[in-house]
């Protein structure tokens, strides 16, 4: 339907995210809500409290109508 979803399972976790293949840092744009995508790379990083990230999920949009 064109839209991102994520879900983090650790209460306390923020989930960030780019939208343009850029790594993902505490001041990217905060997971609240589906993301409307069209296509492109979609990263996503959890950051606890202290501003420490996870790993980087990355995640490839084939063009969406």
Same mark, same amino acid.
């Given at each position: 339907?064109?839209?991102? =979803?994520?879900? #983090?399972?650790?209460? !306390?976790?923020?989930?960030?995210?780019?939208?343009?293949? %850029?790594?993902?840092?505490? &001041?990217?744009?905060?997971? =609240?809500?589906? #993301?409307?995508?069209? !296509?492109?790379?979609?990263?996503?990083?959890?950051?606890? %409290?202290?501003?420490?990230? &996870?790993?980087?999920?990355?995640?490839?949009?084939?063009?969406?109508?």
């Amino acid at each position: 339907n064109g839209q991102l =979803q994520a879900r #983090v399972l650790y209460p !306390g976790l923020q989930v960030r995210y780019t939208t343009n293949g %850029s790594e993902p840092s505490a &001041s990217s744009s905060l997971y =609240q809500s589906p #993301v409307k995508v069209t !296509g492109g790379t979609i990263k996503l990083k959890a950051f606890n %409290s202290k501003g420490r990230g &996870s790993a980087t999920v990355e995640v490839a949009v084939a063009g969406v109508q």
